[in-house]
C-alpha cells in the first residue's frame, strides 16, 4: 500500500520528490523507465534516504496502462506526481509529442481510475504563462511545442473526467544533476566560448532551487484549494542575466564578457559563428513572472526560498566538479575565494598540494588510502583555480583549519609547503614532500625545459599520460581537461620557469634546512634526487615523478607515518 506515486521518479525532479515523500514518512510507488530502477535507490542512498517506504515499479507513459505491473495495488494512492517528462534540446516532434502529450494525458485516464484520489501534480514550464507563437512551432522546437500543446489539453480532459488537477511552472531548477538549458551558458563561460552576453540588460532566466521545488511539489495536495489551478514557481530575487553571468565569473574566478547581443541579432547570424540553440532563443527575454500564487502556497507550507545566489554558486560548483556532466561530482568540492578546494575545510589531517601539470585530482587515490579528513586545492592560475600568487594558497586554507595537518607536497607545490612550514611550524604536525622539483637535476624533471603552452594545451588525455610516463586515468583527464581552457596551459608553462629558477631552488633548499617539524621526502627510483638533504628520504621502486598515481597505497602509507610520529611526539 502507497500514499503517492510518482512518475519519471529517476529523473531530475522526480527523484527529488520520492526522497521528500520519504522523508516526510509517507509510503511511495516510484515508477522508472525500464533499467533505472538501480539509479534511483543509489542516488537515495547517496541522499540517505530510508527507502523503508519505497516500492519501485517500471512504467512507460507512452502506454494507455503507463506499462505498470499487472499486480500493482494502486488502491491506496492519493496523489499522482507526474514528473516523467521529456526535456532536451534538439528532441524530434514524435519523441516530445508522445511523453509529453499523449504520456500526460494518459496519467491523467490512469489517475483517474483510483478510487481514493485526491491530486494529480502536473510539471510543465513557467513559458507557458507567456503568449509567444514562437514556441508553439515545432520548427523551431518540440520540447516548447509538446508542454504549451498538452497545457490546454490536460486542463480540458482533467475538467472533463472531474480529476483534481494542479500544474506547477517552474523556471531553470538548479541542483545536482542539472545540465539542461542554463548549463549550457555557464560551460561557455567556464571554457571561454562566451564571447557576448545573449539578450539585453534587462533579460531574466529565472531559477529556482531543486529541494525548494520539490517540497513545493508535496505541498500541493495537502492544500485544498489548490486543485483546478496552475502555480509558476520561480524566484523573483534571480539576477538579471549580465548580473547573473558576472556573478559566476567573479566565483569561478573566469572573465565575464563586456557586451551584450540582442536575441534579434543572434536569430540573424548563422549557428556555426554564434554557437546558440535556437530552440534556446525564446527562453532568452525580458518578461518579469506573477508568483503571488505560488508565494501563498509556500507561506502556508512554511516554506523559505533559498536565496538565488548562494544557490548559483553551489550549483557552479556542481557543474565544474563533474566537467558538466561528464563525471560523478565531488560533493565537496567549490570554489573558495577563486580556490578551487576539496575536503574537509576545518578539521583535516592532511592538507595535500599538486606540482604540474596535474590537479589536485591527483591525490584522489592516495587520499582514499589515507582513510582521514583531507584537503586539497589547484594551485591559484592552475587547474580550476583563478589566477593568483602560489605560496598564499596555504594561508588561505589554513585560515578555516582548526587542526593542526601534515602538509604534503608534490614537485610545484613542495615551494608553498615549505614556505608555510617555516611561517607557521605551531599550526602544522609535519611535512612530506612527494618529487621536490628543487632538489632534482632540472633537466630531469618530466615536462623538460619548458614545454610550449600551445602544445600543451592541444594534448589529448592519452598524449598527455603517455609524455608524463603514467598510467591514464581520472587524473589525466581532468588535468587535459582543465589545461584547454584558456591562460591555463600558458600560466603552467610560466609556473615551471618560475619554479625552474635558480633563486627559487635555493630559497626552498634553504627553508628545509631549517624546518622544525618531521618530515619525510619520497621520490620514484627512476626520478631520484640530485643531493644528499638530511630529512629521511624514501625510494618508491618502479616509478618516476608522479608516485602518487602509479603507486597510491605506498604515497599514502609514507605521509600517514608522518602523521602517526606527529602524535606521538605530541603525545609525550
Given amino acids: 500500500m502507497s500514499d503517492s506515486i510518482v512518475l519519471g521518479a529517476a529523473g531530475f525532479i522526480g527523484r527529488a520528490v520520492v526522497a521528500h515523500l520519504l522523508t516526510q514518512g509517507g509510503s511511495v510507488i516510484a515508477a522508472v523507465r525500464p533499467g533505472s530502477e538501480q539509479r534511483l535507490t543509489t542516488w537515495l542512498h547517496a541522499q540517505a534516504v530510508d527507502q523503508t517506504g519505497l516500492s519501485v515499479v517500471s512504467c512507460d507513459v507512452t502506454a494507455k496502462d503507463l506499462g505498470l505491473p499487472t499486480d500493482l495495488d494502486a488502491a491506496d494512492v492519493r496523489d499522482v506526481y507526474n514528473c516523467a517528462a521529456r526535456f532536451a ?4 516532434k514524435d519523441d516530445a509529442y508522445a511523453v509529453n502529450v499523449t504520456g500526460a494525458l494518459n496519467v491523467l485516464d490512469w489517475a483517474a481510475a483510483l478510487p481514493g484520489l485526491r491530486r494529480v501534480v502536473h510539471i510543465t514550464g513557467y513559458r507557458i504563462t507567456v503568449e509567444d507563437s514562437a514556441e508553439q512551432n515545432y520548427a523551431t522546437g518540440a ?31 538548479l541542483g545536482r544533476g542539472q545540465y539542461v538549458g542554463l548549463a549550457s551558458i555557464v ?16 533579460t531574466f532566466l529565472p531559477i529556482v532551487d531543486l529541494d525548494y521545488f520539490a517540497a513545493f511539489l ?9 486543485a483546478g489551478r496552475s502555480f509558476t514557481v520561480l524566484d523573483p530575487r534571480t539576477p538579471v542575466l549580465p ?9 569561478m574566478g573566469v572573465r565575464a564578457p563586456r557586451f551584450s547581443i540582442p536575441v534579434g541579432v543572434i536569430e540573424k547570424l548563422p549557428r556555426a559563428l554564434t554557437g546558440a540553440d535556437p530552440e534556446t532563443l525564446p527562453f532568452i527575454a525580458d518578461d518579469r513572472y506573477d508568483t503571488a500564487a505560488a508565494d501563498e502556497v ?29 563525471v560523478e561530482a565531488d560533493p565537496t568540492a567549490g570554489f573558495v575565494d577563486g580556490i578551487w578546494v576539496s575536503g574537509d575545510r576545518t578539521q583535516p589531517a592532511y592538507v595535500l598540494l599538486h606540482g604540474l601539470p596535474v590537479d589536485s585530482d591527483s591525490w584522489t587515490e592516495v587520499r582514499k588510502a589515507l582513510e582521514a579528513p583531507s584537503l586539497v586545492a589547484d594551485l591559484p592560475g592552475l587547474g580550476r583555480s583563478a589566477p593568483g600568487e602560489i605560496d598564499e594558497v ?53 615536462l623538460g625545459s619548458p614545454l610550449a603552452a600551445v602544445a600543451l594545451r592541444r594534448m589529448s588525455a592519452a598524449a598527455l599520460a603517455t609524455r608524463l610516463g603514467i598510467p591514464a586515468g581520472a587524473a589525466v583527464d581532468s588535468a587535459a581537461a582543465n589545461l584547454r581552457r584558456p591562460g591555463v596551459a600558458v600560466r603552467t608553462v610560466a609556473a615551471l620557469r618560475r619554479a625552474s629558477a635558480p633563486a627559487r631552488r635555493n630559497e626552498l633548499a634553504e627553508l628545509l634546512a631549517g624546518i622544525d617539524v ?10 631520484p634526487l640530485a643531493v644528499a638533504v638530511p630529512p629521511e628520504v624514501v625510494v618508491i621502486e618502479g616509478t618516476g615523478h608522479y608516485p602518487q598515481l602509479t603507486h597510491p597505497a605506498q604515497v599514502a602509507a609514507e605521509i600517514a607515518q608522518v602523521g602517526v610520529r606527529a602524535v606521538g611526539a605530541s603525545a609525550r
Fill in 218 to 226: 508535496t505541498e500541493l495536495p495537502k492544500q485544498a484549494d489548490t
Fill in 143 to 173: 520540447y516548447g511545442a509538446s508542454k504549451f500543446e498538452s497545457d490546454p489539453l490536460l486542463r480540458l480532459r482533467a475538467a472533463e473526467r472531474g480529476i483534481p488537477l494542479t500544474i506547477a511552472n517552474p523556471s531553470s531548477v
Fill in 298 to 326: 509556500a507561506h502556508k507550507a512554511g516554506l523559505a526560498m533559498p536565496d538565488s545566489e548562494t544557490v548559483l554558486r553551489a550549483w557552479a560548483d556542481h557543474l565544474v566538479s563533474s566537467r558538466f556532466g561528464a
Fill in 89 to 92: 534540446f534538439g528532441l524530434g
Fill in 187 to 202: 560551460d561557455d563561460l567556464w571554457h571561454g566560448r562566451l564571447a557576448a552576453i545573449p539578450g539585453g540588460r534587462e
Fill in 518 to 527: 618531521p618530515v619525510r621526502i619520497v621520490v620514484g627510483a627512476e626520478d
Fill in 394 to 446: 596555504l594561508p588561505r586554507l589554513m585560515s578555516t583549519a582548526r587542526s593542526r595537518p601534515v602538509l604534503v607536497g608534490h614537485s610545484l607545490g613542495c615551494g608553498p609547503v615549505l614556505k608555510y612550514a617555516a611561517a607557521h611550524p605551531d599550526r602544522i604536525s609535519g611535512v612530506v614532500l612527494v618529487s621536490p622539483a628543487f632538489l632534482q637535476p632540472r633537466s630531469s624533471r618530466v
Fill in 243 to 251: 548580473e547573473l553571468i558576472r556573478l559566476l565569473a567573479g566565483h
